[in-house]
């Protein structure tokens, strides 16, 4: 547990410097990321580096005893490099390349970029890879950013090509698996085929995959190429990237297994403003973010992060990129910050020092004013460091790392397969996997958020939201965890090769769940279903409504003993809402939220954990023998249980935008 | 009457094929449409021809008792020929191509394509024009579907501006008709003309209504060189094209004429979710469609096709394409079928046999699902085919054509007319004509709908919905036809080219509705008038509101005598709402629903013809000697006038999505 | 005070031409504008100009006793000079060049056209420089419609390099005041730097403000050329353009400079449906206008104006280019042309004659229908013609100028920049401008509306829009007027290079009002916040909401003695939603609109002026010894307190859309 800052020396007078040092150590900072755009400041004319300056940078930060976070310069690319190799600049689904004067205006294919960044990050490692101040590496900043993943250049194309010969070895094998005999798509050589953009009506689903399966391998690839030149120079540094969790074009899980830490970067009020939320959500958590959305992000990226995983930007007040910019309440800096410890996290680093006067940026709040007072952000780091004391007096244990009882499988291709192929135009992957999610943290429940080719030992309840393809091995490997496991609708409805399984959905998962789901209706937003839960005497005891998607269930239809089904809810038309096989309960539909909670409470029941609800704004997470508790809301939340003299931080009554730590054993 | 289906041999292992001609012709279908995406497996190599396959299904269908309706592969140009001539690709209103990788990417006025298709339709119609299973054709698949009549390439530009010299003659009568003095957009030769896109504001109407109707022309000049190739090859073999009514940027009436028979692709479901309908609308009529959709569609291509039309493919179940998908209610697959046989067709062919499990479509419902089971749809179809028996033993003339006492006119240029000049953002000329054709068809009426052209004599009532350009005899046709006339607004307020006639709208109509709209105002959605009807002392009689549109009309400005106007309603500030002329009914607006159809059946009356509200889920038809009754609400509909054993199909209980036919003199 | 109109004898056969100038004349029009879109007809083929119907058309004019207002033609460059130099063209944002086919199809920055344009000038000027029925020159045709004057083209970049060499001097310099360091956007060189458009995320809001001053200094620049070129040869006469208020993306001051009239075209329907109003507004106003939207209009370009201002082109009837077109409400288009008089108008003109029956403007009303009777509007003007005779016997001083006691400061800068640099996505300027302005027309008071450099000294009460870039004299000039000065958020946020000042907001305002914006919100249309308003001991006096935005202040913070702010209003969570500093008032928020009225109205008493609440519908002007009123209700208005006898148009009572004119005296 420690704190961080992002620090820009080139953008303010070098005079400022030894202060800003000073004052961020003063404040309970530990460390210090810098330069990761700063390329044209290295390199300011081809091939004639000036390192001066970031020398002198480095060495203020060291002698005040800050640790720096060293970044390769590769997310902006210099105007001479761009008018030298225009190729670099990546092709929009108009055709036209995305011009100079931003930020990530390069495209992973470009054999140009590839070399320049291959030269630019080696020069960058080789100056300060063994540096004592040096402690650790950031890659790139924010791969995908401003969708920024796949690009239709001819070199991507070329590429993918060349990634399609390597998967399906022949053009027959392709035109088989993608099913191209469908309105004469057949290809007669990998070089016919071109990128899936600008067709007449929707291109061929199973060649867009591909294609976005190939581009998020060009992100792994360019990553893995700096992280190379990085450990080969700077050895015994981690190496860290700063994944975007808007951004979710390449797979996180596969750029991280290249890595030491997966950070990511945390702006809870932006999030809140650009995701699918309803206007009046939107209006409910303006200045606090949704109580449930940092928190989810905590735990994807904690589950691919070797060592612990990090905050690398963390909001410190307004922002200036969503399309309303709220201030977060007071308190809010620092509940989100705890809320990230609690999480597991290594480090929570505040973006920026001090906003920027200038740019692009400059409506973006930091932990200091433009005229460098400390701004309230800062305030609130300043008594985050003096929690952290208290806490680890608290707990020795307190940087342990957490294991959950309940997983939840996220998958960066699902959510790629349903923007291709969604059926529903509104129905968004991300959303399923948030509300399920989000329904658990309601019953107090830590939740590990693993990939679909994790190991499954040792929990308990296990929630797979959509789940399109599903491995050979999955079906097998989710019984013989033992866990209960909570199936969404669409779960085990295509093949890799995105088509629909020969058996019908839900595939391979037939073995453990015998059902068949023989038709699917996608529902307008003013169309709901209502649900009726039964018991085993068929009489209601619960009921709400479905939305988005029905799964339309045939119970006798697939292969093995129908009679395991157990139909536990229908819709109004009595086709089955969820059913029960086993340990193995699938949902048919996504249910309303208060549905969605009391049903996972039974199941988590069922599977012997305890559940308690907490209401939407109350939030509690355990690491070490420590009890974290968060108040979202606006009214004060009183523990009954605990004892006075356990706390660590805060008491008993928890006020708004409040935090309490407690020893969990009292 | 019969059924028929669409199937693809080309997408299943060719040992399924005997079993499925064995299966449909079990199921009651007669004739099977195959072959018109397979252009790759005809020709997988340039010039070398692959007719093995297709040979076999054709004998396999043909042994099975099967007539088989063969297709021009024209919709579906394979790769090798884009990549052989890229000029195929039709460009968009952006400037660029529409690419390969879906279907319908050609180019109308592609001189290469036009060979291309010769060589192929010649060679298809060569090998099967005489094969005895072969009965009927089709040619291409749904013209214009994902809007691609209009291209903006060279080919196109090039030959709009040989098609303007054979209209205009001379630049001098060009640059009049048009009005191109207006901005100093006056050419000086025919070769200055370019499309009218991409322009700073809008382009010239008149030249944007050119473009259309040439765009239009270019579909029927290639339709009729794949007509006369199949009739050269293939005598006496029907031939039909599958129109798609969502797409009418070219004159159906225009293709039809050089065809047999007019088809058309009906998908209730998807339509309503793609139409201009309210979002409250589409959730009312979600899982059976709108009463009237498919029925006027069926009205709609029933009198433009020679023989009987038909329905080519037809809803099953869910479909893949449509914002969102909802499975049809039980019984609707049936439901739909009646109706369209109701109102004249020769054969409902349903789309697909089986549900594909790969590619675009995989989403698409068939009559059997991917793993090869009968889908509900199936099961419907099959009941029909039973039901057809039924009715063909109960009357001898069930076949017989239907003759209606109320005409519909319905034009496609008024509706490019309109998109191009709308003067209201939301005026859209199809729901004009939908809601007179609702109204009628809420009263019970059988309606005919027909061009603008088409003799007038025979019927009792003719509704005109917004026609602006009225051709010179077709005042003089409507008077002679002794028919009352209801006009919607705008009939009569544009020439030929484009301009406002010299004596104002209706123009050439003021010979027989002698009143002038001097002014016009288009209404914003959350706008509504006012309207009073009153009796010939002035009293109130009825009111309602008007939408969208406002004539303004002077009844005494007008040449002709003024006194024969009769104003019947008015707005609240005065100007009159509706107006009458002997037997010319003039509406100035688009009332509201419940006032359209009181109007409507007052109208009727007058004109000599029974109508009896049905409400807004039941409809009635009439075809031989048999009454078809057709229920879309969720409540039993009671017949209380019929006797029980004039029943040839159902009861006079009809429930939700049922289906009665009964002996209409009982 | 006379009346005009536009006229296109091109339009018409020349056979029409003296009846249309008798009638104009007999109509009461003086003075008739021609010949703006004419070149095609002045030149028919390169370099042969056939000025013979030009000659003929300006003989009968003037020989009816009308005096025109001759135009020159490059708004509409013909086919043939395009053809011959397609660099004319602009090149749009995504690429691509405009087309010809409707007007303002030119680059203001492309030499060709320059050249072009300088010709064709001199040509019109020559020939009718000094002919005596010339007696105003009208430049082009509404510089900037349809978005024109920003382009993306070559010549524009290359020119826009040179504008950068000429504002920087040093690439050094420029890399400063942007802050390119930030993101690596550093220039090496002026020759690197392209147009800020089609980068990957939103482009360097400096740049991007740098190339609009650019563009709008083109048009500026543009203008200036042609209107050198009429002054040299039509010595006396004055010259005119008639901006369109739609369209702001260049400085109209800037423009007006150069000019002696500056003329506005008014069309308060389409105006009304094409700004941001909501659509219960737009329904409300649906037939009359906003009823301060022309006014604020004539204030702007009285404002500009050296001669009296003009309405060169004043709505007749209903308009064809807005989303939805009504009809004005009987009268409305002689209180219109009223209340252009009453705010100081030399001239309203109508557009058109009459109405065109064909082309893009056909259902543009006139002041005759296409089938020349005289319209409503025609009916009004000369009802107007009428009136100006009794108000000119009534007032000898009728055509005084006019000046108010309060001053509005509206910046066209102001509005680019919020546009680049928003913050919150609906943020728009000009919406800000007018709520003030509209509150103190609520309050019966004359307003001039001036740019920033404006002479201050005479005012009473000055109010600042949201100004972000402020002068340096610009706190001196407030301050030395003696007037109470209203300052809205976001006043003094920038520098002139579009970076934080240093002092933060409202930097060098901070001057007069030591106060210090540390903090900013944006906020979602669906969230207010509650403002409370205290008097000096803290007690509410008054409440209300804030919208959009809010400054968070710090009234400590500041340099400059605090305890002379006053916090006059709160937010409910205590930060100051108005403070005052002697006569500076700092509105922190944009407040509802009852609030801005009451709060308006306080100040505008502290300042000494009367204020007297109007309501919504009525509104009072005063110019000369007479009092002009205006009823845009639906009730009739009666004023109490005037003098039967002091009436010279109308009476006590004033109706819907009603006029009346008394002698303020009495």
Partial sequence: MRLGVCYYPEHWPESMWEDDARRMKALGIDQV???????????????????????????????????????????????????????????????????????????????????????????????????????????????????????????????????????????????????????????????????????????????????????????????????????????????????????????????????????????????????????????????????????????????M????????????????????????????????????????????????????????????????????????????????????????????????????????????????LFEIHPQGADFHYPRFAFEYYSALRALGLDVDIVPVDAALDGYRLIVVPPLPVVPADFAARLAGSGAHVVLGPRTGSKTVDLQIPANLPPGALAAVLPLRVWRVESMRPNVTEAVRFVDNRDAAVDDGVARHWRDLIDVDGAAGPAASLDVRARFADGHPAYVKSGQFHYLASLFDDGLTVRLLKQIAEEAGIDATPLGDSVRVSRRGALTYVFNYGDRTHTLADVADDAFVIGSRAIGPQGVAVYRSGK
Same sequence: chains 1, 2, 3.
Avoid at 135 to 158: I, K, L, M, R
Avoid at 218 to 229: G, H, K, S, T
Avoid at 349 to 364: G, K, L, N, V
């Fill in 305 to 416: 992060s070797k060592l612990p995983f990090w905050v690398m930007e963390q909001q410190p007040g307004p922002v200036n990129w969503a399309q309303w910019n709220p201030a977060p309440l007071p308190g809010m800096v620092r509940l989100w910050s705890w809320e990230a410890f609690a999480h597991g996290a290594g480090c929570v680093s505040y973006f920026r020092w001090r906003q920027a006067p200038f740019a692009q940026e400059q409506m973006h709040a930091g932990l200091n004013t433009p005229d460098n007072r400390l701004d309230v952000g800062g305030s609130e780091a300043a008594q985050v460091a003096d929690d952290i004391r208290a806490v680890l007096a608290a707990d020795a244990d307190a940087n342990a790392g957490i294991r959950s009882k309940v997983a939840l499988v996220y998958d960066y291709e699902a959510k790629w």
């Fill in 33 to 303: 990321r810098i330069a990761e755009f700063a390329w044209s400041r290295m390199e300011p004319t081809p091939g004639e580096y000036d390192w001066g300056w970031l020398d002198r940078a480095i060495e203020v930060l060291g002698a005040a005893g800050l640790q720096v976070v060293m970044c390769t310069p590769t997310a902006t690319p210099p105007k001479w490099l761009i008018d030298r190799h225009p190729d670099i600049l990546p092709i929009g689904a108009d055709g036209r390349p995305r011009a100079f004067g931003s930020r990530r205006h390069y495209d992973f294919s470009s054999p140009a970029y590839f070399t320049a960044s291959q030269r630019i990050c080696t020069a960058v490692a080789e100056r300060y890879g063994k540096h004592p101040a040096v402690a650790y590496w950031q890659t790139d900043n924010e791969f995908g950013c401003h969708h920024t993943v796949v690009s239709y250049s001819p070199a991507a194309v070329g590429r993918f090509r060349e990634w399609l010969k390597a998967r399906y070895q022949t053009i027959d094998a392709l035109n088989r698996a993608w099913g191209t005999v469908f309105w004469s798509m057949e290809y007669r050589s990998f070089d016919e085929i071109d990128a899936p953009v600008a067709t007449v009506t929707e291109a061929h689903p199973s060649h867009r995959l591909d294609y976005r399966r190939f581009a998020s391998d060009e992100v792994a690839r360019y990553n893995r190429m700096q992280v190379e030149i990085i450990r080969a120079h700077s050895p015994g540094r981690p190496v860290a990237h700063n994944f975007m969790q808007l951004f979710t074009e390449f797979d996180h899980y596969k750029v991280a297994a290249d890595l030491d830490v997966a950070a990511w970067d945390s702006y809870p009020l932006g999030a809140l403003e650009e995701q699918w939320f309803a206007p009046e959500v939107k209006a409910r958590w303006l200045r606090s973010g949704h109580p449930d959305f940092a928190s989810f992000n905590h735990d994807v990226y904690r589950g």
